[in-house]
């Protein structure tokens, strides 16, 4: 990919807030576009960890967009301007090097096809996006999600839309980096994953708490090879398994980041996080609703109890 590097506008990441759903919430572009105070970001797979691209900074009508490793290329930066309609989550998405706007060619309503740039219109509704509570964007015309075909990672796979789903391949971050933090928040309790008062020990184990505005309570996925380390806002420390443990009912606990696989976690379909050495998934036992019980790895499973909102 060509390789373009002005110096980008520095970004400040979007305030992340605790709803049902605890996913992240985006700070708003300015509502006049391509201007130089406007809030150029990456649009980063979730799933993937790739970013939505022009391929070699095309500014030709119609290139399809592809992923591609993220870096500091302007033809990586996107913009946000809301547009009237909906519930105030309407956006139409601009590129920063060929001010050209995400859009669905010819209106198209079939599954895989490929996403284009266009010259920015926000009367098209072919352009306009919804941004939801997932994190997925979805196209106002076609009522279907922008999607990574199949979770590829192959650099340069053309970006489509898709039937909307729970697939992570349709969740994307909008961010200067890939430390964006979140809050880990647990579908079966309604509480989060949380660094007991905030403590810098090795070895702790990590529990449930009440979701708060807390640092203790974010956490940054950031891809590894195999998955990502879990990593809390706090001190920089790794979410790991004891003792590279395992048995079911092993401890989750902090530890210094490191390259042992008791460190990464895999992230499901389900919203589980699988760990990668053992093979089991972060739980909280029993679904025990009582604030500070510690959360353990368990064998993989259906269970609310094992699914973790990011």
């Given at each position: 990919m060509y390789m373009k590097r002005p110096t980008r506008v520095l970004a400040v990441l979007a305030t992340v807030v605790c709803a049902v759903a605890a996913t992240l919430v985006w700070t708003l572009a300015s509502p006049t576009p391509a201007k130089a105070e406007d809030d150029w970001r990456n649009l980063r797979n979730l799933h993937v960890g790739r970013c939505l691209a022009v391929p070699n900074s095309s500014t030709a009508d119609g290139t399809g967009l592809v992923q591609w490793t993220c870096n500091e290329n302007s033809d990586q930066d996107w913009t946000f301007t809301k547009v009237a309609g909906g519930n105030g989550d309407r956006y139409i998405i601009r590129n920063r090097f060929s001010l050209k706007c995400l859009a669905m060619p010819n209106s198209s309503v079939a599954d895989g096809t490929q996403a284009i740039q266009w010259p920015c219109d926000s009367d098209g509704n072919e352009q306009v996006w919804i941004h939801d509570s997932w994190n997925r964007l979805r196209n106002v015309h076609s009522d279907k999600c922008l999607a990574v075909p199949n979770s590829t990672t192959a650099n340069g796979a053309g970006i489509i839309q898709w039937s909307c789903s729970e697939n992570l391949d349709q969740r994307w971050v909008w961010s200067e980096d890939t430390s964006v933090y979140a809050r880990l928040y647990n579908q079966g309790t309604g509480q989060c994953l949380a660094n007991p008062g905030s403590s810098y020990d090795n070895g702790i184990a990590m529990i449930q708490w009440s979701c708060s505005n807390s640092d203790s309570n974010y956490w940054a996925l950031k891809p590894v090879t195999g998955g990502y380390r879990v990593v809390n806002k706090v001190n920089g420390k790794?979410?790991?398994?004891?003792?590279?443990?395992?048995?079911?009912?092993?401890?989750?606990?902090?530890?210094?980041?490191?390259?042992?696989?008791?460190?990464?976690?895999?992230?499901?379909?389900?919203?589980?996080?699988?760990?990668?050495?053992?093979?089991?998934?972060?739980?909280?036992?029993?679904t025990s609703q009582t604030p500070g019980t510690e959360a353990i790895q368990w064998t993989c499973s259906e269970s609310v109890s094992q699914q973790w909102l990011w």
């Amino acid at each position: 990919m060509y390789m373009k590097r002005p110096t980008r506008v520095l970004a400040v990441l979007a305030t992340v807030v605790c709803a049902v759903a605890a996913t992240l919430v985006w700070t708003l572009a300015s509502p006049t576009p391509a201007k130089a105070e406007d809030d150029w970001r990456n649009l980063r797979n979730l799933h993937v960890g790739r970013c939505l691209a022009v391929p070699n900074s095309s500014t030709a009508d119609g290139t399809g967009l592809v992923q591609w490793t993220c870096n500091e290329n302007s033809d990586q930066d996107w913009t946000f301007t809301k547009v009237a309609g909906g519930n105030g989550d309407r956006y139409i998405i601009r590129n920063r090097f060929s001010l050209k706007c995400l859009a669905m060619p010819n209106s198209s309503v079939a599954d895989g096809t490929q996403a284009i740039q266009w010259p920015c219109d926000s009367d098209g509704n072919e352009q306009v996006w919804i941004h939801d509570s997932w994190n997925r964007l979805r196209n106002v015309h076609s009522d279907k999600c922008l999607a990574v075909p199949n979770s590829t990672t192959a650099n340069g796979a053309g970006i489509i839309q898709w039937s909307c789903s729970e697939n992570l391949d349709q969740r994307w971050v909008w961010s200067e980096d890939t430390s964006v933090y979140a809050r880990l928040y647990n579908q079966g309790t309604g509480q989060c994953l949380a660094n007991p008062g905030s403590s810098y020990d090795n070895g702790i184990a990590m529990i449930q708490w009440s979701c708060s505005n807390s640092d203790s309570n974010y956490w940054a996925l950031k891809p590894v090879t195999g998955g990502y380390r879990v990593v809390n806002k706090v001190n920089g420390k790794c979410l790991a398994i004891g003792n590279a443990s395992t048995e079911n009912g092993a401890k989750a606990i902090q530890w210094p980041c490191g390259g042992g696989d008791e460190q990464v976690w895999v992230r499901e379909s389900l919203d589980r996080l699988r760990n990668l050495n053992s093979g089991r998934c972060l739980a909280i036992p029993s679904t025990s609703q009582t604030p500070g019980t510690e959360a353990i790895q368990w064998t993989c499973s259906e269970s609310v109890s094992q699914q973790w909102l990011w």
